[in-house]
């Protein structure tokens, strides 16, 4: 580990109440399943020293369903939600999503309020909560507040989340339609080819894109082409909305061929 | 801090964000375990929490409070899996092997081989090209039943 350990400090929150206490007081990193921050600790990058371990906090290691929404607690695993009839019934492109993140091992550890807390455009969970439209629930002490998903994210890493709060929900309404997921690109060259699409064909289409910029995207001219006009139609709105991040210029091409043609898979497939 | 390793009630003093990986090797004097990328990305480092595969050059000890956990130690000198291993080659530097060997003993008993290549997708081998790895593992499952 290149981050110097007697640099570090870490306490251990045994209920969710102790622990929203300990940020009110101190601004403290959380960590729960590592499998992000421990990766920075190791790389030597992250700048924090003050940490919080939640993962003992088992009242947010739930999935349920409260009046037809679909609770997923901040500390569910990609495995817990793999395993969930719930989540299989209701948000099966969530599925889909978990079963692609890492390995085994990342799976069992890495959770869904770390994916959205982290904020990387590339989180494979994302995309699926913006397309559901998702509503975060974030707690401080004494205080509750619900935002909603496509609201959360304000640029890159950026997240309304102040640093006293914790994410101890998100909460999915019921989706009706047929429910579609892709990621294209390894993880090993994320950085150049990974696109990430999901999507819901009910009424009209949602369609949420991440890893093309800055935070995740919906593509909501598109989705307005689609209801309305052809496939064509959306591919002309699709272009004009899509801006891929701006890196080497062939990359951002790439990214917006597979994008457009993820989207065409996507409305051919669900039709 | 207490934590319960390879069946064995433990208690051991150190830095609470010290690598899962590093207690093991350096306080416990448990080797097998070895770190290839240091990052969560070649399984190498694979141990059992509480029953379920993880990587732990990306678990801070203090996480494995009162947790159970199982090495390549604990799975003894006889296990059918690391009798395959050997019987099939499935091991030539021999780093990714620890992990590679934690990581089938949780398979179900009679894994067919996608099911063997999507429990070690977390586990990379840069010698043996995991045929013989496969080989091992599905002929260990062989002579269980047997
Ligand atoms: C080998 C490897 C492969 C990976 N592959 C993928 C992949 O394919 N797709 C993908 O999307 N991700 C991937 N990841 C990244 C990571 O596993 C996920 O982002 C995971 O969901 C993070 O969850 P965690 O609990 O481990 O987060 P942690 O590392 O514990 O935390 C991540 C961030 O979120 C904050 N945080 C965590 N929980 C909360 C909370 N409840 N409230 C407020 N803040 C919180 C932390 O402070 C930190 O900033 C991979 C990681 C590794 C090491
Ligand atoms: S050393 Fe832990 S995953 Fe590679
Ligand atoms: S035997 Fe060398 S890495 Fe697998």
Redesign the interface.
Known sequence: MKTALSTLEMRRATSVAEALEILRDEPRMPIAGATDVYVGLNFGTLPELRYLDIWALDELRTITVNEDVLVLGALATYTMMVASALVQERLPMMIEAARQVGGPQIQNRGTIGGNIANGSPAGDSLPVLAACDAVVVLQSAGAERRVKFTEFYTGYRKTVMRRDELVVAVEVPRVSGRQWFRKVGTRAAQAISKVVVAGVRGEGARIAVGSIAPTVIRLTATERALATGSLDEAMVALRGEVNPIDDIRSTADYRKRVTENLVRRFWTETA | MRFTLNGVATDVAA?????LL?VLREECGLTGTKEGC????C?AC?VLVDG????S????F??A?DADVVTIEGLGNAHGLQQAFMDEVGAQCGICTPGMVV?ASVLNEDPSLEEIR??????LCRCTGYAAIYRAILSSARAGKA
């Open positions: 830095h609470p964000m010290k690598r590093d240091g990052e969560g990305e399984g694979t379920v595969t993880v990587c050059c990306i678990v801070p203090g996480q409070q990581a999507v429990g070690l997708a977390g586990n």
